[in-house]
C-alpha cells in the first residue's frame, strides 16, 4: 500500500523524523534538556520569592496623614507637625500649603502627635496607635494663639548729644 503513495511516505518522514541514534543516547539528551528547564524554573521561582519578599517588606511601615485648619477652616502655612513614640524616636514634616502633610514609614505603635505654627496655640494628640502597614488620618483644628507680646518703644533725644562737628555741622 505504502509503495502507490510513495509522496506519502516522504511526507510521514519529513513530519516525523526517527532519530536514528541509539535509545540511550535519546534519553541522556531528553534528560540533559528536562534537567536544564528545571533548574532554570527553580532559579526564576526563587528570584520571584526574593522580590516579593523585599518588596513586602517596604510596605510595613505605617502612615500618618491629614490637614491642619485654622478656627475658619482654612489650611495653615506652615505648620510643623511632630511625631513622636514612647520610645523617644520622633519624625518631623511641615504643611503644604493647603495645610496637609504626610509622615510615612512609621513603626507599628503608639504615638504623641503634636503641631506648632506662628500665632496659632499648640495642639496636640496622645494614644496614637498605628498598625503595621496602616494608614490613618488626623486632622488638627488650631486656635488662635493667647499669648499676646508686648514691645516698648522709648524714643527721645536724650541718649544722643547734639555736638558741633569740626567741619561746623551738627551731629
Same mark, same amino acid.
Given at each position: 500500500?505504502?509503495?502507490e503513495f510513495?509522496?506519502?511516505?516522504?511526507?510521514?518522514?519529513?513530519?516525523f523524523?526517527?532519530n536514528?541514534?541509539?535509545?540511550s543516547?535519546?534519553?541522556?539528551?531528553h534528560?540533559?534538556a528536562?534537567?536544564?528547564t528545571?533548574l532554570?524554573?527553580?532559579?526564576f521561582s526563587?528570584?520571584?520569592?526574593?522580590?516579593?519578599?523585599?518588596?513586602?517588606?517596604?510596605?510595613?511601615?505605617?502612615? !500618618?496623614?491629614?490637614?491642619? !485648619?485654622?478656627e475658619?477652616?482654612?489650611?495653615?502655612y506652615?505648620?510643623?507637625?511632630?511625631v513622636k513614640?514612647?520610645?523617644?524616636?520622633?519624625k518631623?514634616?511641615?504643611?503644604?500649603?493647603?495645610?496637609?502633610?504626610?509622615?510615612?514609614?512609621?513603626?507599628a505603635?503608639?504615638?504623641?502627635?503634636?503641631?506648632t505654627?506662628?500665632g496659632?496655640?499648640?495642639?496636640?494628640?496622645t494614644g496614637?496607635?498605628l498598625?503595621?502597614?496602616?494608614?490613618q488620618?488626623?486632622?488638627?483644628?488650631?486656635?488662635i494663639?493667647?499669648v499676646a507680646?508686648?514691645?516698648?518703644v522709648n524714643a527721645?533725644i536724650?541718649?544722643?548729644a547734639?555736638?558741633?562737628?569740626p567741619s561746623g555741622?551738627?551731629?
Amino acid at each position: 500500500m505504502w509503495k502507490e503513495f510513495p509522496s506519502a511516505l516522504i511526507w510521514l518522514r519529513k513530519k516525523f523524523s526517527f532519530n536514528r541514534k541509539q535509545p540511550s543516547e535519546v534519553i541522556l539528551k531528553h534528560s540533559f534538556a528536562s534537567a536544564w528547564t528545571r533548574l532554570s524554573a527553580l532559579v526564576f521561582s526563587c528570584l520571584v520569592l526574593f522580590l516579593a519578599a523585599t518588596l513586602h517588606g517596604q510596605a510595613i511601615g505605617s502612615t !500618618l496623614n491629614g490637614v491642619v !485648619l485654622d478656627e475658619q477652616g482654612k489650611g495653615v502655612y506652615p505648620a510643623t507637625v511632630s511625631v513622636k513614640n514612647g520610645s523617644g524616636a520622633a519624625k518631623t514634616t511641615k504643611t503644604d500649603a493647603t495645610g496637609h502633610y504626610s509622615i510615612e514609614g512609621l513603626p507599628a505603635g503608639t504615638y504623641s502627635l503634636t503641631v506648632t505654627a506662628n500665632g496659632f496655640a499648640v495642639a496636640s494628640r496622645t494614644g496614637v496607635t498605628l498598625g503595621a502597614g496602616q494608614t490613618q488620618q488626623i486632622t488638627f483644628t488650631l486656635s488662635i494663639s493667647s499669648v499676646a507680646e508686648q514691645i516698648t518703644v522709648n524714643a527721645g533725644i536724650d541718649s544722643v548729644a547734639a555736638q558741633a562737628a569740626p567741619s561746623g555741622g551738627f551731629i
